[in-house]
Nanobody
Framework: QVQLVESGGGLVQTGESLTLSCLASGSLGGVDIRGWYRQAPGKERDFIASTKLHWDLSTYSDSITGRFTISIDNSKNTHYLQMTNMKPEDTGVYYC??????????????WGQGTLVTVSR
């Protein structure tokens, strides 16, 4: 089992920056894909970004490309989402994820409890 704990959510104004953190613990062997999702009020949960441990390769949603950056600190078992030039449409609950894949199929996936980010106009 893997436990994920997010932190860093809060209220910011349009154009400001915010960084979310996600601390992973438990049986992390092979659980090497880390990501972030967002659920805006009244909408589905959407993919934001993902990256893979020890690989310099990240994937981003078109809606945030160029403004958000995902990163990992392996020594701290923590991954981050750095958000800049934030917009009101970035408002939502942000969930971090960790998963293990095998040949393109998800074998196990874990979710954090979510952290609320509100961007005021």
């Amino acid at each position: 089992q893997v436990q994920l704990v997010e932190s860093g959510g809060g209220l910011v104004q349009t154009g400001e920056s915010l960084t979310l953190s996600c601390l992973a613990s438990g049986s992390l062997g092979g659980v090497d894909i880390r990501g972030w999702y967002r659920q805006a009020p009244g909408k589905e949960r959407d993919f934001i970004a993902s990256t893979k441990l020890h690989w310099d390769l990240s994937t981003y949603s078109d809606s945030i490309t160029g403004r958000f950056t995902i990163s990992i600190d392996n020594s701290k078992n923590t991954h981050y989402l750095q958000m800049t030039n934030m917009k009101p449409e970035d408002t939502g609950v942000y969930y971090c994820t960790a998963r293990r894949e095998y040949r393109g199929s998800t074998m196990e996936e874990y979710w954090g409890q979510g952290t609320l980010v509100t961007v005021s106009r």
